[in-house]
Nanobody
Framework: VQLQASGGGLVQAGGSLRLSCAAS????????MGWYRRAPGIERELVAT???????HYADSVKGRFTISGDNFKNTVSLQMNSLKREDTAVYYC???????????WGKGTLVTVSS
């Protein structure tokens, strides 16, 4: 499973960004996809996940501001980030779990920088 993420960049506080990630490969079915992030000096943390059934989970710090969505047919996941704060600055990583495996697949990170 290969994950390709896009959409990071520089935005002012209060602004919005949308991250997208596509899973490619063959012979797999997605169980869950999501986003994690790592800020300087902070361990990687979960941002949001969505299961193939559409159940979502968010970190408390992003609830009400971020929305995760997925497309099972296209094996894609997106993260709409609104009302961005400086503390959202981090490298964001796309993650996927597939049915029948305990492995986590990771995409290359995409940098989100929120300026004041």
């Amino acid at each position: 499973v290969q994950l390709q993420a896009s959409g990071g960049g520089l935005v002012q506080a209060g602004g919005s960004l949308r991250l997208s990630c596509a899973a490619s490969g063959s012979g797999f079915s997605i169980a869950r996809m999501g986003w994690y992030r790592r800020a300087p000096g902070i361990e990687r943390e979960l941002v949001a996940t969505i299961t193939s059934g559409g159940s979502t989970h968010y970190a408390d710090s992003v609830k009400g501001r971020f929305t995760i969505s997925g497309d099972n047919f296209k094996n894609t996941v997106s993260l709409q980030m609104n009302s961005l704060k400086r503390e959202d600055t981090a490298v964001y990583y796309c993650n996927a779990e597939v049915i029948g495996s305990t492995m986590h697949y990771w995409g290359k990170g995409t940098l989100v920088t929120v300026s004041s």
